[in-house]
């Protein structure tokens, strides 16, 4: 299987890291970030801290959808990826980028890329949850035009519309 081109972008210190779908090749890259990533679980109990259920919960991300990945030279240092609900062409967004890596730009690129993947690919609206503490997260999903949806007292859900 040949690999997908890698798009090169900088981060705001002026390093490069590239955007591209994964593939089944990229699994043991994928859980390395995961098996180091911190804070874990981030969110909802992802990633999961335990190895084998991780690596259940990737193998089923890359079973029912794509993957985009973040990569800095053959570190893989964001993954993004949408769970498909099967009723509609919808979906949920989830994304984790390294902590080494936050606050560069990364995230943003990288919903970016798979949200105009997603869109491409005929889905209509995304949707992701976030924590109400996670106030860079809030920010970014509003910059890129995520609005509230629905909200208690620990999570936010919010939605975009691709069409």
């Not at 570190?75 to 919808?90: E, F, Q, T, Y």
Request: aromatic content about 10%; overall charge positive; charged content about 25%.
């Amino acid at each position: 299987m040949m690999k997908p081109e890698r798009i090169t972008r900088t981060d705001k210190t002026g390093k490069t890291y590239d955007i591209v779908i994964g593939c089944t090749e990229d699994l043991p890259s994928l859980l390395e970030m995961y098996r180091t990533f911190s804070p874990r679980p981030a969110s909802q109990g992802l990633p999961p801290q335990d190895s084998e259920t991780c690596h259940n919960w990737v193998k089923n991300l890359f079973d029912i959808g794509e993957n985009i990945f973040a990569w800095r030279g053959d570190r893989v240092i964001g993954h993004a990826a949408l769970v498909p609900d099967m009723r509609g062409k919808s979906g949920e967004f989830v994304i984790f980028v390294d902590k080494k890596d936050r606050n560069l730009g990364i995230g943003t690129h990288l919903t970016r890329f798979t949200l105009e993947r997603y869109r491409q690919l005929g889905f209509d609206t995304i949707w992701l949850t976030v924590n109400v503490s996670n106030a860079l997260a809030v920010k970014l999903y509003r910059k890129i035009g995520f609005q509230y949806c629905d909200m208690d007292g620990y999570e936010r859900t919010m939605i975009i519309q691709l069409r």
